[in-house]
């Protein structure tokens, strides 16, 4: 049974950095059948794709983010991380990762989510 | 990038009534249009995908139509468990995007 957990910071000053893991068991993050993806939900509101890393190292982030965004992957700890720079009050949500089947579009396993405050 | 509109925002129904959500896209997307649940306090979980496609373990009172631009999510005979807040999402084109959410409130 695949998990992942999110671990971090929760709390960050304005224009500082998030750095976010996703920690993945049950399964390898190295198998290219899987990109990895963070997501994020404002409080009250919907849902943002972040973008995500593919097996190899590949990434694709949201145009509204990618200045600011970078995802990476430690394949020797099955884990990967999200930088989020200049962070500011309109950042605050709770960060999800996610899997989604390479090239299909869909997310099938997600972590529990993790609260980031921005806030001096 | 590809706008999805969602209606109702809101609505209060009673168990074992059929609910039908739609989600609308800015432009067409094919089939490349999943669904998921959000129950208050958890992440989001799959429901449908492309459209129209079950997921494995998902109750079958929890169905997909649509293509293009229009789509529906139906669950015939709602069940208390079933409130929550229903996302449509589009990976037709980069960015993924999501619509707006719609709340089911159970009476």
């Known amino acids: 049974q695949l998990q992942l957990q999110e671990s971090g910071s929760g709390l960050v000053k304005p224009s500082q950095t998030l750095s976010l893991t996703c920690t993945v068991s049950?399964?390898?993050?190295?198998?290219?059948?899987?990109?990895w993806t963070w997501i994020r939900q404002p409080p009250g509101k919907g849902l943002e794709w972040i973008g995500y890393?593919?097996?190899?190292?590949?990434?694709y982030y949201n145009p509204s983010l990618k200045s600011r965004v970078t995802i990476s992957v430690d394949t020797s700890k099955n884990q990967f991380s999200l930088k989020l720079g200049s962070m500011t009050a309109a950042d605050t949500a709770v960060y999800y990762c996610?899997?989604?089947?390479?090239?299909?579009?869909?997310?099938?396993?997600w972590g529990q989510g993790t609260l980031v405050t921005v806030s001096s | 990038e590809i706008v999805l509109t969602q209606s109702p925002g809101f609505q209060s129904v009673t168990p074992k009534e059929k609910v039908t959500i739609t989600c609308r896209a800015s432009?067409?997307?094919?089939?490349?249009l999943h669904w998921y649940q959000q129950k208050s306090d958890q992440s989001p979980k799959l429901l449908i995908k492309?459209?129209?496609r079950s997921i494995s373990g998902v109750p079958s009172r929890f169905s997909g139509s649509g293509s293009g631009t229009d789509f529906t999510l139906t669950i015939n005979g709602l069940e208390a468990e079933d409130a929550a807040t229903y996302y449509c999402?589009?990976?037709?084109?980069?960015?993924?995007?999501f619509g707006p959410g719609t709340k089911l409130e159970i009476k």
């Open positions: 890393i593919y097996h190899g190292g590949s990434t």
């Open positions: 999402h589009q990976s037709s084109n980069f960015p993924y995007t």
């Open positions: 432009q067409s997307i094919g089939t490349s």
């Open positions: 049950g399964g390898s993050i190295n198998s290219g059948a899987y990109s």
């Open positions: 996610a899997r989604e089947p390479a090239g299909m579009g869909h997310f099938d396993d």
């Open positions: 492309f459209a129209s």
